[in-house]
């Protein structure tokens, strides 16, 4: 079921660019990441704005709701993390590591550690309730743009413009494996929820799935019109959402990678995708200064 012409029921605005969105674990608040270097944080199902995150010197990359939602963990193009009370608005602490622009951050599930990737070449694996490195992680040869944790926090995968999904051991902090090389470079990852599937994309409209046990393409998925710039499973792993260059999100069956609805109404590049809690609703972040929350 291609759904054209819906109408987000929320549309939700910054003063620049919008690069990252998320829900709260309770589905009542979603949080914004923008180029105008501000985090802003919104009622649900109001879309009323609840408090403004200020601190951060360049635009936001990623922000996500910790600790049963009484933390924010941010990252941005400054180089570091910072880590607020979403309530009070107050910085708890800040991270700083990377020697060059930081562009991607995922927090393990538990919200103990994060790992970060930054034009440096390296990831940072960080200590989050401590604010301190762990240890840096080496082996890119050119920029990293997406990393993401597996579900039972035991890897990290990472890509960039090296081309090559890296698998990397979180506790001996060393690289066990390399799944790839994609065709062109490459621009975001997610683990299914079960960690048994990665989804990728490059600069292609193109997401690939491929099988975290055996290194091997298992989909190739090729609706987009333009680059995907951003992939995230449902929470059941059920659907995979993906959005990019054509200002469309498109939300598909993993299982038969068919396409159950079709999202349009920004006017450029989405960014950052979100799913709430229970599925039934999912964010997009887009260049065009608005996060829209759409009814699925």
């Known amino acids: 079921m291609t759904l054209v012409g819906i109408e987000p029921v929320l549309t939700l605005r910054h003063n620049n660019a919008i690069y990252s969105v998320t829900f709260s674990s309770d589905g009542t608040q979603l949080a914004s990441g923008s180029l105008d270097k501000s985090i802003k944080i919104w009622e649900l199902p109001s879309g009323n704005e609840k408090i403004r995150l200020k601190g951060h010197g360049e635009a936001i990359c990623t922000v996500v709701f910790q600790e049963g939602d009484s933390s924010l963990l941010s990252a941005s193009l400054d180089r570091t993390l910072r880590v607020w009370n979403p309530v009070s608005g107050e910085l708890r602490s800040t991270m700083a590591g990377h020697a060059a622009y930081l562009t991607c951050m995922a927090p393990s599930l538990d919200g103990a550690t994060a790992v970060s990737g930054s034009h440096d070449k390296n990831l940072i694996l960080w200590d989050v309730a401590a604010g301190r490195q762990l240890a840096t992680l080496k ?36 690289q066990v494996r390399e799944i790839g090389p994609h065709p062109k470079r490459i621009q975001c990852l997610a683990f299914s929820p ?72 920004h006017r450029n590049t989405i960014y950052g995708l979100a799913w709430s809690p229970d599925a039934g609703r999912i964010a997009s972040a887009a260049f065009d200064r608005t996060v829209r929350v759409w009814e699925i």
């Open 139 to 174: 082996g890119h040869t050119d920029l990293v743009t997406c990393v993401a944790y597996s579900p039972d926090g035991q890897f990290v995968a990472s890509g960039g413009h090296d081309r090559v999904i890296r698998i990397w051991d979180v506790k001996s902090k060393q």
């Open 194 to 265: 079960d960690g048994t599937t990665i989804a990728v994309s490059d600069e292609s409209p193109a997401v690939r799935l491929w099988s975290f046990g055996s290194g091997r393409i298992e989909q190739t998925l090729e609706e987009h019109k333009a680059p995907v710039k951003t992939v995230v499973f449902s929470p059941d792993g059920r659907q995979l959402a993906s959005g990019g260059t054509d200002a469309q999100v498109v939300i598909r069956e993993v299982s038969s990678g068919r396409i159950r609805h079709t999202l349009k109404g």
